[in-house]
């Protein structure tokens, strides 16, 4: 339909925000099973990205032993938690190829991580290297209760420990609502970035326990992969990002929003019926 003057009517505004559903604390260990089975649905992209991705965090270890210190290391370590969501949209293009029963390629991953949305990307990479900054400059303070004496008393040493866990606790907890959901929503469907913030918020606020089920899935694979040389990163980072895709698709219902116009997910998904989570209406 349009108007007098050409231009085409909405029937109805956008909803400010994406309504999500209700999860079970299990969950996400059902997204690992589904994300496990993309892997083995496109072994060699699956392992061609995971080792892309772990070569991309060994240089950055591998520039700060060099050109820094041993604090350094932990600061990079700990901006790879706010750099991991850009990283994983390739992970999100193959689960979305596989779904679409398409061939995977190349080419059409490149084309979602690095052109098709890349306006909305670098805005929330934006978003992001915002909290890495206040993230970094409340770091550096949490050395004001450093103890500076010879032989500091154990009370003050588990102080300065607190403080330090808290903070990074609290950035990382940020950064994990802005970042769990919003970039598979980008991807998925055409809204712009502060609404798929928003709702990537909502949805965790609403499945505490779920959320902290994944969240403490992810720290304890992230563990695995450092522990064994960053070898195992290059399973378990594709791993994490397959399993965010479908989490995502089982956790928000963003039907009401416009698909894209080209690229993987401008065409619905395939016959794959959803996830039937027990208890959920």
């Known amino acids: 339909m349009s108007d007098n003057n050409g231009k ?45 991705m772990t070569m ?68 929330f990479a934006l978003v992001l290297l915002v909290v890495f900054l206040i993230w970094a400059r409340a770091g550096s303070m949490v050395h004001v209760f450093f103890p500076v004496e010879s032989n500091p008393r154990l009370v003050d040493l588990l102080t300065y420990f607190t403080v330090g866990t808290t903070v990074g606790a609290i950035f990382t907890g940020i950064t994990f609502c802005v970042s769990v959901f919003s970039l598979p929503m980008i991807m998925h469907r055409n809204v712009d970035t502060i609404t798929a913030i928003v709702t990537s918020v909502n949805a965790v606020l609403r499945n ?15 563990l695995i992969g450092f522990a064994t040389g960053f070898l195992g ?7 994490i990002g397959y399993a965010t895709w479908h989490g995502y698709l089982e956790t928000i219902d963003a039907s009401a ?18 996830v039937d989570y027990p208890g959920l209406p």
């Not at 505490?208 to 992230?222: D, E, P, T």
């Not at 990163?233 to 791993?239: M, R």
């Not at 929003?257 to 959803?274: A, C, L, N, Y």
């Open 208 to 222: 505490r326990a779920a959320m902290f089920v994944w969240v403490c899935l992810i720290g304890l694979g992230l």
């Open 56 to 123: 991309l965090v060994a240089g950055l270890v591998l520039f700060a032993f060099v050109f820094g210190s041993y604090w350094f290391v932990f600061a990079m370590l700990g901006g790879f938690v706010f750099l991991a969501p850009l990283t994983c949209i390739g992970a999100y293009a193959i689960s979305a190829q596989i779904e679409r029963k398409q061939d995977v390629s190349f080419i059409r991953i490149f084309r979602a991580a690095g052109k098709r949305y890349v306006d909305n990307q670098l805005i």
């Open 8 to 52: 085409p009517e909405v029937a109805d505004e956008l909803p400010f925000v994406a309504p999500c559903r209700q999860l079970p604390a299990g969950a996400p260990f059902l997204w690992l099973k589904l994300g496990w089975r993309d892997f083995c649905s496109a072994p060699v992209a699956s392992m061609s990205l995971g080792l892309f």
């Open 257 to 274: 929003f416009p698909r894209h116009d080209v690229g993987i997910t401008s065409v619905p998904r395939g016959d794959k019926p959803e």
């Open 233 to 239: 990163l290059v399973v378990i980072l594709p791993l």
